[in-house]
């Protein structure tokens, strides 16, 4: 696919809109991010085999089957896409941000969220897209994209309020970040927030262990 016109400005330091960085976030609770390996795969799968018909719509674009749901997580490719997720104190994978590398493009990725009903309006959405963009900035992209149905008013409302460009084509919508380039500080930001995104799961697994033993004698790997 071709670049739309407004990339072509990507050297203009003008049109480049800042990411904020993590710390910067006046309104953004806390919410712990962390990066997603293969060993999540379960979780990943539970996670959206739980969306409902309409959410896998407007995620996927299109009705996602169980066994389509399952082909695209058996399909995601570690090392090259990156996972960011959100794990709440029973492990389960509470939201889901998907940064997909695009065949045959090096400067750009796509970018695919979900939010589970239960986590939805706390703003999980919205730092997984800023945690999105800052590790395509570090990795050296100049663009994150997004194609969503012109009807997500709450997928808009996130694009927009990153400063994404938006254009409307009847049904879809796409969007574009233009992102800048990388600093120690963006490199700090997205170490510190793994950092912080390991910390909190390593303890909600500590706590779901004690609980377990305490009440069961034995804990299932949350794997
Ligand atoms: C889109 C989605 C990821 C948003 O997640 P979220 O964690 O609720 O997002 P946030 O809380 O960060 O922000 C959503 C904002 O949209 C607003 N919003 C919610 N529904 C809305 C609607 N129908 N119209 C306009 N705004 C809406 C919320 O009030 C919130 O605004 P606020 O922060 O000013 O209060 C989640 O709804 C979801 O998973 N949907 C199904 C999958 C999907 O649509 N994925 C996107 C396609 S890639």
């Given at each position: 696919m071709t670049l739309p016109p407004e990339t072509a400005r990507l050297n203009d330091p003008g049109s480049v809109p800042v990411v904020l960085p993590y710390f910067n976030q006046a309104r953004a609770p806390i919410i712990p991010i962390r990066p997603i390996g293969p060993e999540h795969r379960g979780q990943l799968l539970q996670?959206?085999?739980?969306?409902?018909a309409e959410d896998r719509y407007l995620r996927f674009g299109y009705a996602a089957?169980?066994?389509?749901i399952r082909a695209y997580v058996d399909s995601?490719?570690?090392?090259v896409d990156e996972i960011f997720g959100v794990f709440n104190r029973k492990l389960d994978l509470l939201a889901v941000a998907h940064i997909a590398m695009e065949a045959g493009q090096t400067d750009?990725?796509?970018f695919g969220v979900s939010v589970l009903p239960k986590g939805r309006g706390l703003g999980i959405g919205t730092r997984l897209f800023e945690r999105a963009a800052v590790d395509a900035r570090n990795h050296g992209l100049r663009?994150?994209?997004m194609q969503c149905l012109s009807s997500n008013g709450a997928m808009l409302k996130i694009a927009r309020r990153a400063g994404m460009k938006v254009r409307n084509e009847g049904g879809e919508t796409e969007a574009y970040l233009e992102l800048p380039e990388d600093t120690y500080q963006s490199h700090l930001d997205a170490l510190v927030e793994n950092q912080t995104g390991q910390i909190d799961y390593w303890i909600k697994a500590f706590m779901r262990q004690w609980r377990c033993f305490w009440l069961f004698g034995r804990c299932p790997d949350p794997t």
């Amino acid at each position: 696919m071709t670049l739309p016109p407004e990339t072509a400005r990507l050297n203009d330091p003008g049109s480049v809109p800042v990411v904020l960085p993590y710390f910067n976030q006046a309104r953004a609770p806390i919410i712990p991010i962390r990066p997603i390996g293969p060993e999540h795969r379960g979780q990943l799968l539970q996670h959206f085999l739980a969306l409902s018909a309409e959410d896998r719509y407007l995620r996927f674009g299109y009705a996602a089957s169980d066994e389509r749901i399952r082909a695209y997580v058996d399909s995601i490719r570690f090392g090259v896409d990156e996972i960011f997720g959100v794990f709440n104190r029973k492990l389960d994978l509470l939201a889901v941000a998907h940064i997909a590398m695009e065949a045959g493009q090096t400067d750009r990725a796509e970018f695919g969220v979900s939010v589970l009903p239960k986590g939805r309006g706390l703003g999980i959405g919205t730092r997984l897209f800023e945690r999105a963009a800052v590790d395509a900035r570090n990795h050296g992209l100049r663009v994150l994209y997004m194609q969503c149905l012109s009807s997500n008013g709450a997928m808009l409302k996130i694009a927009r309020r990153a400063g994404m460009k938006v254009r409307n084509e009847g049904g879809e919508t796409e969007a574009y970040l233009e992102l800048p380039e990388d600093t120690y500080q963006s490199h700090l930001d997205a170490l510190v927030e793994n950092q912080t995104g390991q910390i909190d799961y390593w303890i909600k697994a500590f706590m779901r262990q004690w609980r377990c033993f305490w009440l069961f004698g034995r804990c299932p790997d949350p794997t």
